[in-house]
């Protein structure tokens, strides 16, 4: 019955278009009741903190330099969970992923700072730290069978004892090269951030424009224009005044430096949230990690190259830590020790977790690590304000990760209930 209405929701311009809206609304609802959740919770739970922490310290919390700070503080945790994605997709885990980050930083310091290579030879080599610390990890865990747990922990301990080596015990060693330090410290000029939203709106609605044509070509059932213009307009609207609020003066008014424009690290993100989306959605090697997250199995049997795949998949975690890492050097000017331990692991597995990633495997999205990045960020940034009980901070971001992990299982249950 559905597949004769769809394209009548698609191709009737008027009539049509509405029905298309309240009909992808109705087939959300049904996907919902069915177990698919994907970012919802997190979503919901984000604007249910920001309007807690408004209502509480809205003079504070609502600032312009308070929301830029909260896109500073969740940048590389953003990008570390962006890693651990293809790993908890396909049901494993990268205990590493924080002191990879960390050993990744440390020798970008020592190349760029002590040896004084160009920043981009030691960029490429803190990168090229994270792809071979991937590659011995999925060696051990596809190759040789060690649980992802066991090894991962044993490469947590071993990469802050090279940390140590690397950069010395209780030393720091400071970045000074304005084109790292710029990345986490900087702004792009007000016409260049208005220009990147018009590209951001522009490009996703061109692709989901093409994308909505290639399936009516092929004879599929297609989403709705007036669906489409939906999300196109709402985007516009978020983007925009996003922009327009990252634009205004941040600064005190008597001061005598002028603090406005979109961060450097903004751009970063998007391309790394589109790059590694199409990577996931739109190609093979995507198609295959949600096969073998899902069935690993039966994804051996249908002839998919399983450990090669794992091992691809835990280059790709590792080299994110690694970019997290060079995140990491350039907002605290420096590298320490303690650059990537601490809470950061734990936030960035949050983040995903609590995004809408399955920690069973085979289901998750790179925008996960987006939302429930901020998710983690609102909640650093909230609670020192109402509260300076820093053991508060982490009961309640422990009881968020516990009601996130809790709402996967239910959901899956559901899934399965439901013969999703």
């Known amino acids: 019955m559905s597949t004769v209405q769809q394209p009548t929701d698609v191709d009737v311009p008027a009539a049509g278009d509405t029905a298309g809206i309240g009909q992808a609304f109705r087939d959300y609802l049904a996907r919902v009741r069915g177990g698919d959740i994907g970012s919802l919770p997190a979503v919901l739970g984000l604007i249910a903190l920001v309007i807690l922490f408004s209502a509480l310290e809205g003079s504070t919390f609502l600032s312009i330099f308070n929301f830029a700070n909260l896109i500073n503080q969740s940048a590389a945790i953003i990008v570390l969970a962006m890693g651990l994605i293809f790993v908890l997709l396909l049901g494993e885990i990268d205990l590493s992923a924080g002191y990879a980050a960390g050993t990744a930083a440390a020798v970008l310091a020592v190349t760029l700072t002590n040896w004084g290579w160009s920043w981009p030879l030691a960029l490429a080599a803190a990168l090229l730290t994270g792809v071979v610390i991937g590659f011995v990890i999925g060696l051990l865990v596809a190759r040789l069978g060690i649980p992802s747990f066991v090894v991962t922990l044993a490469m947590f301990l071993a990469l802050q004892g090279l940390m140590l080596l690397i950069i010395g015990e209780g030393g720091t060693i400071p970045i000074r090269d304005d084109a790292i330090l710029v990345i986490m410290n900087g702004n792009m000029p007000v016409w260049l ?59 005190l008014p008597n001061a005598k430096i002028t603090i406005q424009g979109v961060p450097w690290v903004v751009p970063v993100i998007l391309v790394l949230l589109v790059g590694l989306t199409f990577i996931l959605q739109r190609t093979g090697f995507g198609r295959h990690v949600y096969a073998v997250g899902g069935n690993r199995e039966a994804a051996r049997r249908a002839g998919i190259n399983v450990k090669g795949l794992m091992i691809t998949c835990f280059i790709f975690c590792s080299t994110l830590a690694a970019v997290a890492g060079v995140l990491l050097a350039s907002r605290d000017n420096s590298v320490s020790p303690t650059t990537g331990g601490a809470q950061t692991l734990l936030f960035a597995v949050g983040a995903a977790v609590i995004g809408g990633t399955s920690l069973f495997g085979g289901r998750g999205k790179i925008r996960d690590a987006v939302i429930g990045g901020l998710v983690i960020a609102v909640i650093a940034n909230g609670l020192p304000l109402i509260t300076q009980q820093s053991g508060i901070q982490f009961v309640v971001t422990g009881l968020v990760l516990l009601v996130a992990a809790s709402v996967d299982a239910i959901s899956r249950r559901r899934a399965s209930a439901t013969g999703a």
């Open 193 to 251: 951030g208005w220009v990147l939203a018009l590209v951001i709106v522009a490009g996703f609605a061109l692709s989901t424009f093409l994308a909505i044509q290639r399936r009516r070509k092929a004879g599929l059932p297609a989403e709705a224009m007036s669906v489409w213009a939906a999300k196109v307009v709402a985007l516009a609207v978020l983007i925009g005044v996003a922009t327009y609020l990252l634009n205004q003066e941040r600064q």
